[in-house]
């Protein structure tokens, strides 16, 4: 009888940094789909934080990994036996965290925001090309494959020159925020814009396919610490006009649409990259384009790894992204005067 022979995914051994809520969402897919990840080992300052991680763990049958809360002591005792690590930290911990882990080794999955400026963003990219690991951003936009066929359409289909962007975003972010580290802009690096927000800068800059030349900006921090409101409008190197919304404070919601208007078509999409629509010159309608989604940023992640793509997300367009937000930071501080990136 002839035999069957099963591939078998090479295994990532892997290591989670932050067991906050954001990252017991990703572990939640994770473990749904354990396949090619082994997590031995988890840093996890916060004990509350550590027991509903164990409880994930246990309720999808799978091995508790063991909590060193202290990074240094976590990448001293265990770096040799991983080979990777996905950081889910507050905002202003990513810089440190990035760097700490390409120095021990290892290939990083970060979440978004990558780090808070675009000097950090400059050190993590250096700090990536003297070790020659790999760093990905957690940005579902540019990791999505439907964001990828609109920067391909857009850059090196048939569409033509890009006229114009605007994009919005609106959440109940302000409520939500309320009492957590989110709202402390030492911790956090901003507030609502930077924060879901930060999808929505990061897919254009991703769409834009270059740097921004100067922005005018305004920022509303509605009485609280850190902005909830904000509009911005700048100009490409190529002259293209870009419009930016976000609203923090929204009936009960989470969503946003992008508008990218080039000479013979109009795209519509969403920031995290779940679906794009298209309207080519005689259309009388938008279609949805059709392909397959995206699983998660982890598994997403694991594909770069073992070289079935390309990033698709690399520390450049972070970079790119964290220009913009510099400068919508110092035209607001200046009330809206026009600044360069």
Sequence with gaps: MASTSVVQEAVTRTAIIGCGGMARNHLRSILEDPRGTHISVVCEPMAENYELTCELFEAAGVAVPENVPDLDAMLEGHAADLDAVFIVTPHAMHH??????????????????????????????????????????????????????????????????????????????????DGRWRLDPHVSGGGFMFDTGAHLMNTIADLAGEDFVE????????????????????????????????????????????????????????????????????????????????????????????????????????????RLWDAIKESAARNGQVVPC
Excluded at 251 to 261: A, L, N, P, Q
């Design 96 to 177: 440190d965290h990035v760097v700490a882990s390409l120095d021990a080794g290892l290939d990083v999955l970060v979440e978004k925001p990558m780090v808070v400026s675009k000097e950090e963003a400059e050190r993590v990219i250096a700090k990536r090309d003297e070790t020659g690991k790999l760093v990905t951003v957690a940005f579902q936009g540019s990791l999505s494959p439907q964001i990828r066929w609109a920067s391909e359409q857009l850059h090196d289909g048939p569409y033509g020159r890009v006229l114009a962007i605007s994009g919005t975003v609106w959440q109940s972010w302000k409520g939500l925020a």
């Design 215 to 322: 922005v005018a900006a305004w920022l509303n921090n509605d009485d609280m610490a850190v902005d909830i409101m904000a509009a911005a409008m700048g100009r490409l190197q190529s002259g293209t006009f870009v419009t930016i919304h976000g609203c923090g404070n929204a009936v009960k919601s989470c969503s946003s649409t992008i508008h990218i208007f080039a000479e013979k078509a109009h795209l519509k999409a969403c920031m995290w990259g779940r679906w794009v629509e298209v309207q080519e010159d005689g259309d009388e309608d938008f279609r949805r384009v059709e392909l397959p989604a995206m699983r998660t940023a982890w598994h997403r992640f694991l594909d770069v790894r073992a070289g079935r793509i390309e990033n698709p997300s690399p520390p450049e367009v972070g970079l790119r992204m964290l």
